[in-house]
């Protein structure tokens, strides 16, 4: 029953928040049989199901799952509600910090692109999410040694964010402190810092 599959998912949830990954997916697969069942295999309610169990194998440190997890969520997310839809920015989203936390940059940066182009067409340049995604590709570049790059991209976040949040809010101070960080590789520009790019 579709109420039965909320409660497996929210009890999911809870155990997700907890860090209690094992008993999160036990419910999650509870809730992914009950929605295959009910709803089958092309429904935006079961790509939301593969895509919190791919955030549970992706905390695990269990990378491969996690990215069969959240392509099969993407799969259904394109075809069922388009490229341009949230929920398919959201599942682009967290492919982009998988591949980054898997050290594959180049493939995190692709993916960043494509949440930001559907964040400017749904949201528009001048919103805080538009930002965050620029952070996240900015720390792709400087883990790539191109810190120039990096710099570029978070000054473009932080004009958004000083636009809509403010000077003073922990957000800006947060990117405040990623140029000081980036700047100060780049002085030092030792082999295990960022290169001049």
């Known amino acids: 029953h579709p109420s039965t599959a909320s409660t497996y998912n929210n009890l999911g ?19 992914l049989q009950i929605r295959l069942a009910s709803l089958g295999d092309r429904h ?21 799952e ?33 591949y980054f936390d898997m050290s594959q940059y180049n493939k995190a940066l692709q993916t960043y692109e494509k949440v930001l182009q559907i964040q400017r067409a749904t949201l528009g340049e001048l919103h805080p999410d538009t930002a965050r995604i620029y952070v996240c590709m900015a720390n792709a570049y400087v883990l790539k040694g191109k810190c120039t790059k990096a710099l570029q991209v978070y000054e473009a976040a932080r ?14 101070a947060e990117v405040d402190r990623l140029v000081r960080e980036t700047r100060a590789r780049m002085a030092s520009n030792t082999e295990s810092n960022c290169i001049i790019s």
């Open 13 to 31: 949830n809870t155990y997700n928040r907890k860090g209690e990954y094992d008993k999160a997916l036990q419910m999650y697969e509870k809730n």
């Open 44 to 64: 935006p309610d079961t790509a939301s199901t593969y895509g919190n169990m791919g955030t549970c194998y992706k905390c695990k440190g269990e990378y491969d």
């Open 66 to 98: 996690a990215l069969r997890m959240f392509e099969r969520a993407l799969t259904i997310e394109l075809a069922t509600l388009g490229e341009q839809h949230p929920d398919a920015a959201s599942t682009y989203n967290n492919l982009g910090d998988l």
């Open 159 to 172: 004009k958004i964010l000083l636009a809509t949040v403010g000077e003073q809010h922990p957000n800006t």
